[in-house]
Structures are given as C-alpha cells and as structure tokens.
C-alpha cells in the first residue's frame, strides 16, 4: 500500500529553472522525509519534516508541508544538470512501531542542458 | 566509513535456486531494513529489524526469510525463487529503533530470476 504519491511522475525542465515535485498522502503522519535516488544507485535522504513544521530549508532545497492539505512539496532552485534522479517522499505514520515508513512511487526529473 | 554495502551487486538465477543477499552496515544503527523496488514504482518492505535478535515483516514478506547475525549485519534469504522475485533488492539502516528515521541505502542487488 502506497501512503505517498508523488506528481507529476515526470519533469523535464531547463537548467538553472526551478523544479517543483508534489506529493499528497492519504492519513495522518510524523513527519515526511524526501529522498533522491540517481539512476542504478541506492537512495539518498535530502531533508525529514515533521508534522508541526510548515517549511524546512537545505542549500537549494526548499520543503513545505500542509497537514490539512495532506500535501508536500518539494522546490530545487537554480537546477543543474546533476539534480538528474528520481525524487520519493516516503511518510511515517503516528503512533505506530509496526508500520515503517512508506515511500511513492517517485518523480523522475530530467534537466536538460 | 563504507556506510552500507551489500552483496552481490548482480545475481541471476533459475526459478526454484536458493540464494543470501548480504548487507553490513559499519555505522552502529539499530534498525535495519530489506525493501524491494520494482520498475517505475517505490520501495516495498520486505522485513526489517528494530533490533539486534528482532525481525519483523513488513508489506511484502512471502517469499523471503531474513537474519539479523548481529548489529552490523542483515541478511535476506529466497529459499525458492521465483520469476516474481526479480527486482532491485536494497538494504537500509536507521540510528533509531521506531523506523521512521532517516534511512541509509546500500547500492543495491538487482536479481534476474529466469
């Protein structure tokens, strides 16, 4: 079962544009986290936000989350041609030890040259 | 630091073979984890570990059986393979004990059942 979906599944944008990835949930969560994997390699985690913080900042990366919304996104500014991955948002959910955290299915951004 | 390393990198084997993916972690984490990623979609969780001596399943355990040898090491075993087996196999680590912590991945195994 997928608690997060990533949109668009696919972004093909200029470099030095910004890319904005979304990903929407479906029950109540901790935190949400999102991850980079470049292709045939292992992910990467870019930034965690709990469920009480409203926006978070690393280097380019730019994160918000709507709790009432049950929505995040994630914005790179200024892309380059190395943020070429794919992008997952994977959700914890409260109050539960049993149940890990559950990843999308993922965006794939492209930045063309 | 080699963080989390896995081996073999590429496994093909026939439908009904037996094989041990195997992950070490040198980072001191607890919690381990064994997820699968199929083409196009996320990661999948197979069994995880809270724990040195814990293991539990997690969305998608059919098939798989795992052993935690010790705090640095994790093992998932297919006793009889299947075509439905073939994947990207990844091993993660956690510092914490509640799962939803950042994760570490390995490189990955990816596993041609024919």
């Known amino acids: 079962s997928q608690q997060g979906e990533e949109d668009p599944q696919a972004l093909s944008i200029q470099e030095g544009e910004n890319a904005t990835m979304n990903c929407s949930y479906k029950?109540?969560?901790?935190?949400l986290q999102w991850y980079r994997q470049n292709s045939g390699r292992g992910l990467v985690h870019l930034i965690l936000?709990?469920?009480?913080?409203r926006e978070k900042h690393s280097g380019r990366l730019r994160v918000t989350l709507d709790t009432s919304k049950k929505s995040s996104s994630l914005l790179i500014t200024a892309s380059r041609a190395a943020d070429t991955a794919s992008y997952f948002c994977?959700?914890?959910?409260?109050?539960?030890?049993?149940?890990?955290?559950?990843f999308g299915s993922g965006t794939r951004l492209s930045i063309r040259p | 630091n080699a963080g989390v390393t896995q081996t073999p990198k590429f496994q093909v084997l026939k439908t009904g073979q037996s094989m041990t993916l195997q992950c070490a972690q040198d980072?001191?984490?607890?919690?381990m984890y064994w997820y699968r990623q199929d083409p196009g979609m996320g990661l999948r969780l197979i069994y995880y570990?809270?724990?040195?001596?814990?293991?539990d399943k997690g969305e998608v355990p059919n098939g798989y059986n795992v052993s935690r040898l010790n705090k640095r090491e994790f093992s998932l075993r297919l006793e009889s393979a299947a075509p439905s087996q073939t994947s990207v196999y990844f091993c993660?680590?956690?510092?914490?004990?509640?799962?939803?912590?950042?994760?570490?991945f390995g490189p990955g195994t990816r596993l041609t059942v024919l």
């Open positions: 570990s809270a724990s040195e001596g814990t293991t």
């Open positions: 029950t109540s969560i901790n935190n």
């Open positions: 994977a959700t914890g959910k409260p109050y539960s030890s049993a149940s890990k955290i559950i």
């Open positions: 993660a680590s956690s510092s914490g004990t509640g799962g939803q912590d950042t994760q570490y």
């Open positions: 980072m001191n984490h607890n919690s």
């Open positions: 936000i709990r469920s009480n913080e």
